[in-house]
Nanobody, 124 residues
């Protein structure tokens, strides 16, 4: 299964930017696709972004399209979620997950390994 560690959470003002990182330990490279999900207070975990095993296919939730980007550094094998033009409703706990799906998935149930999450607070 391996282990996932996220970093980069914190606070930002609306309109600002944050970058989250996701690093994998103990799992063979190129045997998994990646996903970012978030959970806000009182809500279920929701899809944010996904990246295929090859890094060539990405998916973004409708409400983050044009603002967020998911990208992998092929040298370090760290996946980043670049979040620009943040909105107050982006506040929540962000989780990085791994799935055996080749193309990635927008369904949290397809992910078998999760990090502990990082918190993002966006204020006005």
């Amino acid at each position: 299964q391996g282990r996932v560690e996220e970093s980069g959470g914190g606070s930002a003002q609306a309109g600002g930017s944050l970058r989250l990182s996701c690093e994998v330990f103990g799992r063979l490279f190129d045997t998994y696709a990646w996903g970012w999900f978030r959970q806000s207070s009182g809500k279920e975990r929701e899809f944010v972004a996904a990246l295929s095993r090859s890094g060539g296919i990405t998916y973004l939730a409708t409400d983050v399209e044009g603002r967020f980007t998911i990208i992998r550094d092929k040298v370090t094998n760290i996946v980043y979620l670049q979040m620009n033009d943040l909105k107050i409703e982006d506040t929540g706990d962000y989780y990085c997950g791994l799935t055996n799906s080749i193309g990635g998935s927008m369904r949290s149930q397809d992910y078998d390994t999760w990090g502990q999450g990082v918190h993002v607070t966006v204020s006005s």
